[in-house]
């Protein structure tokens, strides 16, 4: 019987140690909140030529991405809101290549980066700072160097992203 209520007893005498390190995690303050409006009419957002229903696969790389680095871009206390209308991947799938080329995008100049996205940064009142409408594009997207996301299948968009940021929002600087 004691063996049954040892493990019990050690668990119970464990419960206030574990449950304190979660007390004092400091808490995070989201800089940016990410929105897809109407996910299944984006020109292009798929790993494949019969494309990936859900669409969630890429949607939420890029938002993780956007979340990122809005911590650079974002002043502290102010919120960045995007919501993302279209998005079109560099490259596209040439079906007349055959059917082993079915999961295989081809990038060319002929198919650039396109984003397009409504936004809106807000101070901590909630009064607009700045807003707006960008349809973002990268006819040179193949001349740049990215070697940050190199083997990244989004790296164009991401780019094409913090291009964006750094033109829109200049670098938040640490006081």
């Known amino acids: 019987m004691k063996l049954h209520r040892f493990p019990r007893l050690a668990l119970l005498g464990l419960a206030p140690a574990l449950a304190w390190p979660a007390a004092e995690a400091p808490r995070t303050i989201a800089r940016a909140n990410v929105v897809f409006f109407e996910p299944q009419k984006f020109?292009?957002?798929?790993?494949?030529?019969?494309?990936?229903?859900?669409?969630?696969?890429?949607?939420?790389?890029?938002?993780?991405?956007?979340?990122?680095?809005?911590?650079?871009?974002?002043?502290?206390?102010?919120?960045?809101?995007?919501?993302?209308?279209?998005?079109?991947?560099?490259?596209?799938?040439?079906?007349?290549?055959?059917p082993t080329w079915s999961d295989v995008r081809v990038v060319k100049d002929l198919y650039p980066p396109r984003i397009n996205l409504v936004f809106r940064l807000t101070d901590a009142e909630g009064k607009v700072v700045k807003e707006g409408k960008r349809e973002l594009r990268d006819l040179a997207f193949l001349m740049k160097i990215t070697m940050s996301f190199r083997d990244d299948p989004l790296r164009h968009e991401k780019a094409l992203l913090d291009d964006w940021l750094r033109s829109e929002l200049p670098r938040v600087r640490k006081s």
């Open 43 to 98: 020109t292009d957002v798929r790993d494949s030529q019969m494309g990936d229903p859900d669409r969630t696969t890429y949607l939420q790389q890029l938002r993780d991405h956007l979340l990122e680095q809005a911590k650079y871009h974002v002043p502290e206390g102010h919120t960045l809101s995007v919501t993302f209308t279209d998005i079109d991947m560099a490259g596209d799938f040439e079906p007349w290549r055959g």
